[in-house]
């Protein structure tokens, strides 16, 4: 009976030994098994199989499963209107400064410079400008092949008043002494334009130049009528004529484009003055 129980033992004993061997081999094969089919979860794919982009993973068809169709897009309904251009906004650009000039644009900017020139150059024309310098020249010219001989000029250039001075030619002053500022001078009229005083005798000349300058001293149009009467007592005495600036035979009208000559510096004179 002893003996019998003590092969009972044995073989629990070896069949508890084999089952804990067959069990842990179990286990051993078990984990690997694991090892093998386990994935790693990437850092790119989520939880719930999609990763950080809304992809998830290639879903494999089973054995006889049909792909499904894709569904047809939208295709919205035809219209008749044309479509409107789809406006671009252009983002700025922050490396270049803003400028918010409204509704002033480049061609406003140069229309406003015009106006602005235009306003500049009106007050320009209206602001009263000084006269400038005016010459008044009347001329004593001799027919063809005829002088005047110096020693008969000098007395009559005398007697109207006339004195011998500056640039060796002779003037006209205010007093009949010599003295005063000068209203008009008298030249001669072809070159040297000169005349020397001690050779004076020796000179002969077919005109003479008489010339006043505005503004002058005293009344104008006085000078004027002054030297236009000494021109005329030399041309009658010597039997020339008496010649306008343009050496045109000076002539009732020309007086009187001298004379208007004249007034109008005056009004100037008087508007700047």
Known sequence: MAEELRYVLIILGVTGITALALHGWWTVRKNNQDKLNYEPETPEEKADGFDEFGVGKKRVLAPG????????????PKSNKLREPVKVRREPDLSEPSLDLGSFSATDELDFAAEEQADYDAVQDEAPQAPANEVLILYVLLPE???????????????????????????RFQDNAGSGDVLFSLANMFNPGTFDLEDIDKMNTRGLSLFMTLPGP???LQNFNLMHSAAKKLADEFGGQVLDGQRSVLTVQTVRHYVE?????????????
Do not use: D
């Open 65 to 76: 499963e049909k792909p499904q169709p894709k569904p047809a897009p939208a295709v919205p």
């Open 145 to 171: 092949g005829e002088e005047i001989n110096g020693s008969l000029l000098l007395p009559s250039l005398l007697t109207l008043g006339f004195k011998y001075g500056e640039m060796n030619i002779f003037h």
């Open 218 to 220: 005293g009344e104008a």
């Open 261 to 273: 000559k004249i007034r109008e510096f005056q009004r100037k004179q008087l508007i700047h003055g």
